[in-house]
């Protein structure tokens, strides 16, 4: 496609239960990134991935939080064992490389937990 | 680590003003400067960005300036337009050898007819 795509736009859930966000880069770029946004706030910087591997994984906010990509292409980011607080729009983002170039985003994953 | 400051939080101007939001960061070897502009419900979108070796860069009604020395670097609108209303976030990248973004917390942009 020509541009970022994730999926589900939108995925309601239970407390406690394990939640799947997937990510289709722009064909051909290397780098791929992970945010959380907040309603009404900023992008808060998770992980990103050159790669297969994930240089900076930093901003996961606890172990029930991973990710992983494969084949250089698309990413797979995991929440378990959910809680109210990780309710927000997960966003991702890919760039031709990893050194300071320009991100796009995709229209991100709304996730509630309920 | 890097830290990325931006005022104001909410910006108001009359259409055919010129608006002007201000960033500061913290990491002198930060060397990649972006602007994302966020309508409501969408995706951030790239306007303008700049790189450590240049001053100031020019995208029609855009600009963006950057002083390395005192770690600043601003976006200027002119002539704004309703359309030009949304959040803009500024972001700093390649500090300290990872390239992530770090992202400034926005400012509410409200052009009024």
């Known amino acids: 496609g020509a541009g970022v795509s994730q999926s589900p736009s939108n995925k309601v859930t239970e407390k406690g239960k394990d939640v799947e966000l997937r990510c289709d880069p722009i064909?051909?770029?290397?780098?791929l990134y992970w945010y959380r946004q907040s309603l009404g706030q900023g992008l808060e910087f998770l992980i990103y991935?050159?790669?297969?591997?994930?240089?900076?994984k930093s901003g996961l906010p606890s172990d029930r939080f991973s990710a992983e990509r494969t084949g250089g292409s698309v990413s797979t980011l995991t929440i378990q064992r959910t809680q109210q607080e990780d309710s927000a729009v997960y966003l991702c983002a890919s760039s031709q490389q990893v050194s300071n170039q320009p991100q796009h985003f995709g229209d991100g994953t709304r996730l509630s937990i309920l | 680590g890097e830290n990325v400051e931006q005022h104001p939080s909410t910006l108001s101007v009359q259409e055919g003003d010129s608006a002007v939001i201000k960033c500061t960061y913290s990491d002198s070897a930060s060397n990649y400067f972006p602007w994302y502009k966020q309508e409501l419900g969408k995706r951030p979108q790239l306007i303008i960005d700049i790189r450590s070796n240049v001053g100031e860069k020019k995208d029609q009604r855009i600009a963006v300036t950057l002083n390395k020395t005192a770690k600043h670097f601003s976006l200027h609108i002119t002539e704004t337009q309703p359309e030009d209303s949304a959040v803009y976030f500024c972001?700093?990248?390649?500090?300290?050898?990872?390239?992530?973004?770090?992202f400034g917390t926005g400012t509410r942009l409200k052009v009024l007819a």
């Open positions: 064909s051909g770029h290397t780098a």
């Open positions: 991935f050159q790669g297969n591997s994930a240089p900076d």
């Open positions: 972001a700093a990248s390649g500090a300290s050898g990872t390239y992530k973004y770090i």
